[in-house]
């Protein structure tokens, strides 16, 4: 399986595509680094975990100061979310992941790079913020503070159904591993099996595997089907 510097960087890489094209999914059809099932991945995360997006986006070219400060919340809980927070959704997904969160969220600010661009952005926003009038940072401020709390729902949890989000993260992460084993006559049944034993979800009824082959339709992972059996010729 991946190592744990893999699942971390592989989590920024997710979220570094997220803050690119939210608001506008169909841009990742331009990029061709990963498999079109992940791409649907990126914009069903897109329609869910970060679909206040899609809301504020700029009409005829302008955006209000309202939605600007929205629009910086997102960005500043997202940040947040990846320097702090990210370390208990991989140990909460990977149980057996080795590192302690302490360790993990030392690793990913070794990965600073990846999403520093977007935390000067942060920077630069705050500090023109503070150059407008009183009533246009009131505007803004409360923008802000309404686009804090756009990007995880009431119980601190990322918005959306859970369990999909969750399954959503999975995939994404092992993504590498999953293409290796399509080409080695991979059947939902086994991946869902595999899934099972090396992430800390419950996969195992029967229920879960029509919910789990809904999944694969909706972001279009096809995988190879369990054979029939032979016909008796005698028969």
Not at 28 to 37: A, F, G, K
Not at 50 to 65: A, E, N, R, T, W
Not at 98 to 122: A, C, G, H, R, V
Request: glycine share 6%.
């Amino acid at each position: 399986g991946p190592t744990d510097e893999e699942l971390i960087e592989r989590m920024l890489r997710l979220f570094v595509l997220l803050l690119q094209y939210s608001g506008t999914p169909t841009n990742t059809q331009n990029t061709t680094d990963y498999p079109s099932w992940c791409l649907k991945i990126v914009q069903r995360l897109d329609s869910t975990i970060l679909k206040s997006l899609q809301v504020i986006q700029p009409k005829d070219g302008h955006m209000s100061l309202r939605n600007c400060g929205r629009l910086f919340g997102i960005l500043k809980r997202t940040l947040f979310f990846i320097k702090h927070e990210m370390a208990k959704q991989l140990k909460d997904i990977f149980p057996e992941e080795k590192l302690t969160p302490d360790e993990i969220n030392q690793m990913i600010s070794e990965y600073s790079e990846i999403f520093n661009p977007y935390q000067w952005l942060y920077e630069k926003a705050m500090l023109e913020g503070s150059q407008l009038t009183p009533i246009q940072q009131k505007e803004f401020y409360q923008g802000f503070a309404e686009g804090l709390s756009m990007f995880l729902n009431e119980d601190g949890q990322l918005t959306g159904e859970r369990e999909r989000i969750s399954i959503y993260l999975i995939l994404w992460i092992l993504h590498p591993e999953i293409e290796k084993m399509r080409n080695e006559r991979l059947t939902r049944k086994k991946l869902l099996e595999w899934l099972a034993d090396n992430t800390n979800l419950s996969l195992r009824n029967s229920d879960t595997e029509d919910w789990f082959s809904d999944v694969c339709d909706d972001i279009g992972l096809s995988l190879k089907r369990p054979g029939c059996p032979k016909k008796d010729p005698l028969k």
